[in-house]
């Protein structure tokens, strides 16, 4: 009685039941691939947030910041870039609702500013 030994798998053959000890359990990525892995720097909170911003004149400026900048950093930008602009000014994002940013203080991450963001500028 000779049986032919192939490596093919027939169907179910060699699966594990369920709650077997042989279940796959996904590891960690090794430190050493931090640099490498592009799904690591993805969720990166060091990555720079490139933030556009519409004038009230029509240009469009556009920089980088961190997360961890201020709205207050993204003002001074813009009345750098735009001097006859005076205080009584606020942000104000293109989102539907429209979102409206007069707390300066807050970090670009606690606003949910993400890269690619347009801002506009709104008068008071």
């Known amino acids: 009685d000779r049986r032919l030994i192939t490596s093919r798998l027939t169907p179910f053959e060699k699966l594990p039941r369920i709650g077997s000890s042989h279940e ?9 691939n931090l640099k490498t892995n592009p799904r690591i720097r993805q ?6 947030i490139l933030i556009a911003i519409r004038l009230s004149d029509g240009r469009r400026l556009e920089k980088e910041f961190s997360p961890y900048d201020r709205i207050y950093d993204i003002i001074k930008y813009v009345k750098s870039e735009q001097n006859d602009l005076d205080d009584q000014f606020y942000l104000s994002s293109g989102d539907v609702p429209k979102r409206q940013f007069k707390h300066f203080n807050l ?11 347009v801002l506009f500028v709104d008068r008071q």
């Open 107 to 117: 970090t670009l991450s606690q606003a949910n500013l993400t890269t690619h963001t």
């Open 24 to 32: 796959y359990i996904p590891r960690p990525p090794k430190t050493e």
């Open 43 to 48: 969720i990166s909170k060091e990555e720079p």
